[in-house]
């Protein structure tokens, strides 16, 4: 690739300037893919405590319904009155230009929808249940997704900076080499040159000087 690069100045100097160039997005891409690395394993480890109590947050909210349903009878239709929940909304933060999700689904302290006059203390712990593991749910979501999308975005950096480390910085070190070396030979020849020129002026003089001579 170098052989290919006339050796002129403005070719070295444009040279010099894409490796510094080529070195410092490699120094960029790496601090970003380990920024991006640590946040990850900070949400992955989240991510597993989330899920493994997640299990057990929904168990104990099917056994509170199981046991209201065993007090109140079936709950079928006071569950199919209550309102659909809108509070569910979604916005993004910015990870080193990567959108990672924050889910909010209000503060998740349970609201009375419904008559207390028709349920009981069991229905009420049922629901309050349920809103624990919507609010869980909703977590787990945010990170598994933010986990994703760090995943991709770690992948994409490696890549970009294995392209620097291996290809791009390389060519142009041996672009830079090779460009130098070429003007140093030239460099030399040239100052050879004027050496040789320097040193053939006294003789042409001698020369003339004879020829005068002779001539006379």
Not at 16 to 24: D, F, G, P, V
Not at 163 to 171: E, G, S, T, V, Y
């Amino acid at each position: 690739m170098a052989q290919q690069v006339f050796a002129t100045k403005g070719n070295l100097i444009n040279a010099k300037h894409s490796l510094k160039q080529a070195q410092l997005g490699y120094e960029l891409m790496d601090r970003k893919r380990n920024i991006l690395i640590r946040e990850m394993v900070m949400l992955t480890d989240k991510a597993k405590e989330l899920s493994s109590g997640l299990e057990q947050t929904f168990a104990d909210a099917y056994m509170a319904l199981q046991n209201a349903n065993v007090i109140d009878g079936v709950l079928t239709e006071k569950t199919l009155s209550m309102p659909v929940d809108t509070s569910v909304s979604i916005s993004y933060r910015s990870v080193m230009g990567i959108e990672l999700p924050e889910v909010s689904g209000g503060d998740g302290t349970p609201e009375l929808c419904y008559s207390i006059a028709d349920t009981d203390s069991s229905f009420d712990k049922a629901y309050a249940g349920f809103m624990k593991a919507k609010m869980t749910g909703l977590m787990l979501a945010e990170i598994e997704n933010s986990v994703y999308r760090l995943s991709v975005a770690i992948r994409k950096s490696q890549k970009r900076a294995n392209a620097l480390k291996n290809i791009l910085i390389p060519m142009y070190r041996e672009q830079v080499k090779f460009i130098s070396e070429a003007l140093e030979e030239k460099e030399k020849l040239l100052q050879l040159k004027k050496l040789l020129k320097k040193q053939q002026k006294p003789r042409k003089k001698q020369l003339k000087f004879f020829k005068t001579i002779d001539f006379c």
